[in-house]
Each structure stands twice: as C-alpha cells, then as structure tokens.
C-alpha cells in the first residue's frame, strides 16, 4: 500500500506540476479586459475572483445573494448524499446495496478534502487554456474578506461560498461514475481511480469550459481580448454550459462508459435477474435529487435574480416534462408505465436542462424535457445494446445522452428569437444583436466533443493504471456473494 500511495502522489504531483508550469510561463494579464460579443455570455456558472478596477472601492457581498448561494450548496450536496447514494443504492440487488452507499459517500468525501487541496486552484485559478495554477492551493490567501465573481459587474459573492458551491460540484461529478461499474468493482480500486480521473479530467475540464476573469474587466474591445486570452479554452470559444452539462454529466458519462467496457460484465449478467432490489429507495433518491437539483441549477446564477428564478423554474418543468415523455413512451412500448421509467424520466430531465437552465426560456425547457425522456430512454434501451456494455445503472444511457442532447440544444434556444437569453455583452452591457444557433451549434458541438475525447482518454489510462497496481474487479466468487459482505463485512438488511 505504501509503494501504491507513493507512486499515485508522483503521478499527481507530475501532472499537477505539468500543467501549472505551463500557467506560470505564461504572462499574467496586465489590465481587466472585456469580451467581445461573441463570447461575452455568462458560459459558465463558475467565474473567477473579481477584480474590481483600480479606482473603484471593492464590491461587498449582497447578504441575499450569499445566503441563497449557501441554500443552493447545501441542496448540492443534499444532492449526492443522500439523494444520488439512494438512487444508486435502491437499484442494485440487495447484497450490494451498501458497497454503493459506501462508494458514493466516501468518493464525496476524498474529492471534498482534494478540492480544497488543489482541486480549486487548478480548476477557479488563471493559469493556461487547459489548467489554472497551484496559487491557491489549500485555499491560500482566501479569507472571510475574499469575494468571488457573480455575472453582473460590481456585484461579488463571498469566495468561500463559491469554493464550497464548486466542492459540491466536483464531489457529485465523480460519485455519478459508481453506476456504471456497480457491483463488480474493488472499493481501493475505485477511490484510486476517482483521485486519479478528478486530477486529470474533472479539473481541467471545469477550467476549460468555467474560468474566466469575471465581468468587472470588460471595458473595451482592447480590454475583452486581453481578458478572454487568460479565460478556459472552451470559453474563449464561447461554450454555453449554465451548470455542468459538460463538465458534470458528459464528463462522468464516457468516463463510466469506458469503465464498464474495461471492467467486464457482471457474472450472469443477461442470464440471472438483476432487478432493482427497492424502487422506493430510487424513488426516493430520485425526488431528492430533484429537489438538490433547484440549488444545482437556479445556484449557478450565483445571485439571487431573475436569472436563477428562470434557471428555477426552467429545471422544474423540464424535468415534470421528462418524467412524463419517459414514462407515456414507456407505456406505449410495453404496455405498463413503470415507477423506474418515471423516476429515470425525472433524472434525464434534470441533466438535459442542466447546460440550458439560465439561458432557455420556459418553451425551451419543455423542448428540452420532451425530447430528454424519450431519447434517454432509447438511450437506456437501445443504445445500450448497441454498445455492448454493462453499464449497470446507465449512467451513460442518462448522463450521457441527457447532457449531450442539452449542450446541444442550448445552443438552439438560447437564440433570443426562441426565447432565449442570447449573449450578453459585456462591453456594451447588452444581449448582443446577433445571435447565429448554427454557430452557437458548432461551438457546442466542440464543447461536447473535446469533453469526450478528453475524459475518454483520461479515465482510460486512470483505469489501466488502478488495474496495475491494485486490479479493479473482484474475484467471482465475492461477487456472487456481494460486495456488502466481502468487501465491508456488513449487511444493508437482516432478516
């Protein structure tokens, strides 16, 4: 074990010190810079500190604005524990059903205590395209005084907050990933392999497509350029990506997906029954998570304001929209609508209007959820099959194919003509005049494509390297008897 921890810290620190060298070598941004308007939207709900200009006094938190974003960290993290732990865990078999509490618990854990290490400063500090620095790391020089940037110019929340509301974030992205190889996997395996894929993926993914100066910069055109030169490469782009369909649900998608291929099918798998052991327990995890979810979403305004009131609302109809089309397709098809269609339904709708809460209107929403339930659950059938894996609780055929459908059709209604909030500029404090869904739709597109490629190739070679030197699955014969007693000598229910 200790020749393990010794070569995973090497292997951190390598590639820590890789990518922030590279920030380092790279000159600071001499002025606060403004974007033009192609991309000066809010494309993420995660800008850096503020830096207010020279002359001006330092903004001071609004008390209002802090407290909703400490309601929407808490929903956050209601979220994955125990929302998401009971969804997972109600829909194994029995004998696993602590394995997975266990994994989504202490996975949120580890990626908490990493955050506040590192994990922060390489993905919220500035730095290159692709990593920030290790300026901040154990959240160095940030104190109760330190305020981080909103979307609105003069307007900062408190920096802790915002450090706490991205913990909850990058906790609940990697606990997505235990659905895909639940029931089969080493615990030590996965907690290796989460530290790994946070480093390498999670973060400079959330860099890539959140990081910016914040909007107090954005003064010029000169300004903007600056500005945008030192902002993530997908937001330099102009990615649309209000809370995470990218960063969050495709990122943990394919990285589970690649993860059920190299962790094989679990034995019996399509010859015994492998029915969920508590529907309630889903249900139960499902309706938490819908309610984390208003903090998810409405949160990432990161103000209590007109925007998180839509990104609200918008996460509230689309997801009653999903649940329905999911479970209407489903009663079509096989003759009874079902409680897991519905939950499942519910989920789908949650991730597809993820990228799109803030920035769609109410008809869009609806698009959104419509389309959602009913490709998600193609998504949970028929690509599943296609594929050939045993992703055991489909966190590809939802996370997946719900995030990629709503990174791309946000890009389509966010256009102002279909009710949207198109992109604002900052320089002329303005929604911008032109807004082209066809552009938009390649940039998403881009957005959707480096997210899998990255990932992809990240939770690879993270996956190879647990198999070296500690081996991802169990052996047969602790499966057959689950992992609740094998791996953690305790029983979820005793008759």
């Known amino acids: 074990m200790r020749k393990i921890l010794a070569t995973l810290l090497t292997v951190l620190a390598v590639g820590i010190a ?7 070598a790279e000159d600071k941004a001499a002025a606060p810079a403004a974007a033009p308007a192609a991309t000066a939207a809010p494309a993420a709900a995660t800008p850096a500190a503020a830096a207010a200009p020279a002359a001006a006094p330092t903004p001071v938190p609004n008390k209002g604005d802090n407290a909703w974003m400490l309601v929407s960290t808490a929903l956050v993290i209601l979220m994955s524990i125990p929302g998401l732990a009971l969804f997972y865990g109600g829909l194994v078999r029995a004998k696993n059903m602590l394995s997975v509490l266990m994994q989504v618990f202490v996975t949120f854990s580890v990626i908490s205590i990493l955050w506040a290490v590192y994990g922060y400063s390489v993905a919220f500090s500035e730095g ?25 110019k003069g307007v900062v929340i408190s920096e802790f907050i915002f450090v706490a509301f991205q913990g909850a974030f990058a906790a609940i992205t990697c606990g997505l990933i235990v659905g895909a190889f639940a029931e089969r996997i080493k615990f030590s395996a996965v907690l290796l392999f989460m530290v790994l894929w946070f480093t390498f993926s999670y ?14 910069g954005y003064i010029s055109a000169e300004a903007a350029d600056k500005l945008n030169a030192t902002a993530g490469f997908m937001f330099q782009k102009g990615a649309l990506d209000f809370a995470g369909g990218t960063v969050v649900h495709i990122n943990a998608a394919i990285a589970g997906l690649i993860g059920a291929y190299l962790l094989g099918k679990r034995v019996g798998y399509g010859k015994d029954s492998m029915a969920p052991h508590s529907l309630t327990m889903t249900m139960m995890g499902a309706s938490l998570l819908w309610f984390g979810w208003f903090g998810f979403n409405a949160g990432s305004a990161l103000e209590a304001n007109g925007t998180a009131a839509l990104a609200f609302i918008n996460t509230w109809l689309a997801t009653a929209v999903a649940a329905t089309s999911w479970m209407v397709a489903e009663w079509l098809i096989k003759g009874k609508p079902s409680m897991l269609g519905a939950a499942s339904g519910a989920v789908a709708g949650l991730v597809a209007i ?55 059709l946000t890009g389509v209604f966010a256009a102002p003509s279909l009710g949207g909030t198109g992109i604002y500029d900052y320089v002329a404090n303005k929604v911008a005049a032109d807004y082209s869904i066809m552009d938009q739709l390649i940039v998403q597109a881009t957005g959707v494509g480096v997210t899998l490629v990255w990932s992809g190739v990240v ?16 052996p047969e014969d602790e499966e057959r008897e689950g992992l609740d007693i094998t791996s953690h000598g ?6």
């Open 18 to 24: 890789g990518g922030a060298s590279s920030a380092w």
């Open 128 to 152: 290159n395209a692709f990593f920030g620095s290790l300026d901040k790391l154990f959240l160095k020089g940030i104190t109760p005084d330190s305020v981080a940037a909103t979307f609105s």
């Open 203 to 216: 973060l400079p993914i959330t860099h890539m497509v959140w990081y910016w100066a914040g909007p107090d």
């Open 354 to 408: 993820t990228p799109a809460a803030g920035f769609v209107g109410v008809v869009g929403a609806l698009v959104i959820g419509l389309a959602a339930g009913v490709i998600c659950l193609w998504g949970v059938n028929g690509l599943k099959k296609l594929l050939g894996a045993d992703d055991s609780l489909d966190v590809f055929g939802v996370h997946g194919v719900g995030g990629t459908l709503g990174a791309l």
């Open 459 to 474: 939770a690879f070679v993270a996956y190879k390297i647990v198999d070296i030197f500690i081996g991802l699955r169990v």
């Open 490 to 495: 305790e029983s979820a229910y005793h008759s």
